[in-house]
């Protein structure tokens, strides 16, 4: 009797964690639908900085920085599972984004220098 309760509240605690992950997954999906969306997570990525080193010469620091890079990771692997198109339009569209700005700074400079 004490197994199958033990059995029950395991199983039961398994169904719990599963509807929660699934729930997590699609909020992902949901957020990445509009560009707004797909632009926070980008900047989550981005200031998470989990496309480049954490390493620091103060260990506190580095410390912090690892844990921010750790929780990005964390969303981007959601993102990799739940919508791995989306993380290559938001990919796409962060670099579109990145080469206006550069052009409109470099047009900024040059009315500025005339």
């Known amino acids: 009797m004490i197994e199958t309760d033990s059995k029950k509240r395991k199983e039961e605690s398994n169904r719990i ?4 992950r699934e729930r997590e997954l699609s909020d992902i999906r949901a957020i ?8 926070f997570i980008w900047r989550i990525l981005e200031d998470a900085k989990v496309f ?13 920085y690892e ?14 599972i ?16 990145r080469k206006r700005e550069e ?5 900024f400079e040059k009315k500025l220098s005339e």
């Open 32 to 39: 990445s639908l509009i560009p707004e969306g797909r632009r």
């Open 52 to 64: 480049a080193s954490c390493y620091d010469r103060h260990n506190g620091d580095m410390s912090f």
């Open 17 to 20: 964690e599963k509807r929660k």
């Open 67 to 80: 844990g921010k890079r750790d929780l990005g990771l964390m969303v981007w692997r959601d993102v990799i």
């Open 103 to 107: 052009k409109e700074r470099i047009e």
């Open 82 to 97: 739940s919508v791995p198109e989306k993380y290559v339009q938001m990919v796409n569209e962060h670099e579109s984004d």
